[in-house]
C-alpha cells in the first residue's frame, strides 16, 4: 500500500489563555478545515507558577467536546452541571460541551511543574445541542502498553493494534471516531500504527525527533499527513509524541471564542443564550 505523504510541518506559537496561562498553540485558528475534525490544541507547560497559578476561571463551550491530558500537576474542574474532578498527572479529562457548559479549570498547586495538553474535537452537527457530559479518568483507569522493543503506548482514544491485538482506550466516539496516543519512541525504534483509511492524521513530537519518511519533525513541531495510505515512523534519538487522528466531519466550521457552530446564525444564537443565561 502507498505510504501518506507529509503534507505540511509547522512549530506551535506562544501564546496565553484563560486569566494569563502561558501556552503553545500548536494548530488553532484561522483554516480550521485542515485538521478537521480537530480544532486546536495547545500545550502548556512550566515550573513557574506565575505563568499557570491564574488558570481558567468559569468559561462557556458549545459544540464540541475538550480533552485534557495532563503530563505533570493537578487541576480541579467545576462546571454548572455539579461535576467537580481532580485531574492528576497521567490522567485525562473528557468534556462534551455539546449544547453549553460553563466551568473552570484551576491549578491543584502553588509551586512545582504544571505540563499538559487540551485538544479540542469538533461534533456533528446533528449532536452540536445534545446533551453535556464530563469525565475524568484517573492515571491507571488507561491503558498503558510496553511493546517488546521498549517503545511505550497509552492509548487514550480509539484502537491500537499490535500484530493482531487490539487495544481498546477508555474512550470511544461516534462519527469522528477519534484516536488519541501518546507515544514513547526509544531511540532506533520503528512504529507503523494503523490507522483508518480516510482519517485525518496529526502527530505533534513534544520531547526528542521523529523521523517520517525522508523528513524530520523535531520538538514543538507538528506534521499533517494525508488521509490514505500507510505510515512509518522512527527516531534516532528518541522521542515522545502526541498521535491524533480522527474521521473528518466535512461540515462548516463557524468559530467565535469558545462556540464553534455551523453557520453565523448558530453563533448568534449561542452568544444570545449565554447572554439570556439560557447556554447551559
Known sequence: MSQREVLS???????????GVSLTRVFGGAG???????????????????????????HPHRGFETITYMLE???????HMGNVGLLESGGVQWMTAARGVIHSEMPEQQQGTMRGFQLWLNLPSHAKLGDPAYR??????????????????????????????????????????????DLHLLAGNTF??????????????????????????GKGQLARLSDHGDVQL??????????????????????????????????????????DGKLA
Do not use: C, W
Open 9 to 19: 510541518i509547522t512549530t506551535g506559537q506562544p501564546t496565553s489563555d484563560g486569566a
Open 32 to 58: 480550521p478545515e485542515r485538521f478537521d475534525p480537530f480544532l486546536m490544541l495547545d500545550e502548556f507547560g512550566s515550573n513557574n507558577p506565575d505563568e499557570y497559578i491564574a488558570g481558567f476561571p468559569p
Open 73 to 79: 500537576g493537578h487541576m480541579r474542574h467545576e462546571d
Open 136 to 181: 475524568d479518568f484517573a492515571p491507571a483507569e488507561i491503558p498503558q502498553l510496553t511493546l517488546p522493543d521498549g517503545m511505550q503506548a497509552k492509548v487514550i482514544a480509539g484502537i491500537l493494534k499490535v500484530g493482531e491485538v487490539e487495544h481498546h482506550g477508555i474512550v470511544q466516539r461516534p462519527d469522528t471516531e477519534p484516536y488519541l496516543f
Open 192 to 217: 507503523s500504527p494503523q490507522i483508518p483509511d480516510g482519517h485525518r492524521l496529526l502527530l505533534y513530537v513534544y520531547e526528542g525527533a521523529l523521523h517520517i519518511g525522508d523528513q524530520e519533525v
Open 234 to 275: 522512527r527516531s534516532e534519538l528518541g522521542a515522545r509524541l502526541m498521535l491524533l487522528a480522527g474521521r473528518p466531519l466535512s461540515e462548516p466550521i463557524v468559530q467565535y471564542g469558545p462556540f464553534v457552530m455551523n453557520s453565523r446564525e448558530e453563533i448568534e444564537q449561542a452568544l444570545r443564550d449565554f447572554r
